[in-house]
Every structure is written in C-alpha cells, then in structure tokens.
C-alpha cells in the first residue's frame, strides 16, 4: 500500500500540470552528484560516503532526519543502520514501504563519533535539503528527532510537539507543506518509552497526509477558479469564480461555490 493509497486518493490530482517524475528524478540525481563532491563543511574531511538521500521522486511525503550514522557513511544511504530498521518498522504499520517516500537528512555527511551537527555545518548543508525539497515539493514533511525539528519549527521542544503538524515555511524550500514531528528513531532505540511514543505519532501520518492534500487540492482549485484568461486569448477558468472573490464575476445563483 503507498501514501497515496492510504490517503485513499491519486496523486494525480495534486501533481497535474507538475514536472514529470523522470524530471523529478533527474533534478535529485543531480543535487545527489553535487553532494557527493562536496566539500563545503569540515565533515567532508572525515566521512567516508555523504549520504544525498533517497526515494520516490514523485512521494507526498519526505522524512528528514539529522545526519548519517556509521552504517550511512559506509554505505552511502540514509537509514539503512538499525535507526533505520526501526523507522521501517514504523512505516510497515502504516502498510507503507520506505521506496514510497523520500528520506535524507539535515547534514549529508556523518558528524565523527556521531556528535550533534554544528551549527555552521547545518548552515553550509541546508541548501541541498532546500533543493531537494523545490524538487519534490512535498505535502508533508515528517521531521525525525529535535535538529531537524528545529529547521522546520524553530524554538520547539521534541518533547512537547511530537505528533503535532505546523506549516512549513516556504523559504525552506517545501512550496505547500506541513510538518509532523516525530522522535528520531535512534532515541527510541534507547528509551521504550520514546519507541512507545513514535508508534503513537506515527499512527497519525495517514491522516496528516489527507489533510493536507485535501488542502493543497483546494488551494489549486481556488487558483485555476480565479486564474483570468489573458487579454485576447480563448482561455477560460476551470471552473465559476468562487462570489466575493471576483466583484466582477456575476451572481451563480444555481451554481456550486467553493465555500
Ligand atoms: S555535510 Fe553537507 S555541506 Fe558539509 S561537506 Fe557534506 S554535503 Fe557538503
């Protein structure tokens, strides 16, 4: 079962008139190439792979974590250690599979020993996630654990907003999103209480997908409704301008609003 299936409807309806999934694919292999060469921040001079991320192109859906770990570095894929494992795990339960969403991280590159990303380091890798984000322009965007939390709503606390949504700025790249914040899945490798707690948010993610595309859907209908034809041309709206939007469009008595 995909996002788009648990949501119960086709991302067609949302993705119309959109770049194609191949362009899609090909603008993210070509942040991808540029990641790997990177050498912007000092955690190129130690990493063994940088880790660009990873998944379906044309996903409602991306989850950012923080940074690669051991497993990520030799391997050169986001979440594929036994953080990894865990977050699979939690999608199964949804009947999702971790090839219907999109995963990367705030930094590309594994911090030594695994310590906290620096701020200049989040500042330097930050782009590339802006890039990837234009690229997908996602619905939702699930953050995993508190720096990643912290780029999407800063001055939170993980602990006080996990399972909540807020919306996404669109200077981070993501155009018309939410995000969801949930634990990292390697602080609930260490805390049952934590694991506990990411099985209860994730179970809201379906949910939070449909709200938000049913918003989305809405914000492109009231677009196409209210877009004019140009001077001369035969084009017209896709549907009766909404009353009160327009003080030249006449009364739709008969007709169906928006509202
Ligand atoms: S962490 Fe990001 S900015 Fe730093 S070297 Fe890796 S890809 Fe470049």
């Known amino acids: 079962m995909t996002p788009a299936e648990t949501a119960g409807e086709s991302t067609a309806i949302a993705r119309e008139a959109e770049p194609t999934t191949e362009e899609r ?21 130690t990493r063994t792979r940088a880790v660009p991320g990873e998944g379906r192109a044309d996903t409602e859906v991306v989850f950012v974590g923080e940074g690669p770990g051991q497993t990520e570095d030799q391997q ?52 590339y996630l802006q ?32 399972g909540t949504t807020a ?23 260490r805390s049952t209480d934590v694991e506990r707690q990411s099985f209860e948010d994730i179970a809201g993610l379906p949910a939070v997908l449909r709200t938000a595309r049913a918003r989305r859907t809405q914000a492109s209908a009231l677009q196409a409704a209210t877009r004019k034809p140009a001077p001369g041309s035969e084009e017209k709206p896709d549907m009766p301008i909404p009353r009160g939007l327009d003080p030249e469009a006449p009364a739709f008595d008969d007709a169906p609003t928006l509202f």
């Open 167 to 189: 919306p996404v700025a669109p200077l981070t790249g993501a155009r018309d999103a939410v995000s969801f914040a949930l634990f990292h899945p390697a602080a609930a490798l």
């Open 76 to 127: 050169g894929r986001p979440f594929v250690g036994r953080a990894g494992d865990l977050l699979v795990k939690l999608l199964s339960t949804l009947g999702w599979r971790r090839q219907e969403v999109f995963i990367t991280n705030i930094v590309k590159c594994r911090p030594p020993g695994n310590r906290d990303p620096e701020p200049d380091e989040i500042a330097a890798c930050v782009p």
């Open 131 to 162: 890039r990837q984000l234009e690229v997908l322009d996602p619905a939702v965007v699930a953050t995993l654990g508190r720096f990643s939390m912290g780029h999407f709503r800063p001055g939170e606390r993980i602990t006080q907003i996990h």
């Open 25 to 45: 694919e090909a603008a993210l292999e070509a942040i991808a190439a540029e990641v790997r060469a990177c050498t912007k921040c000092r955690l190129a001079e």
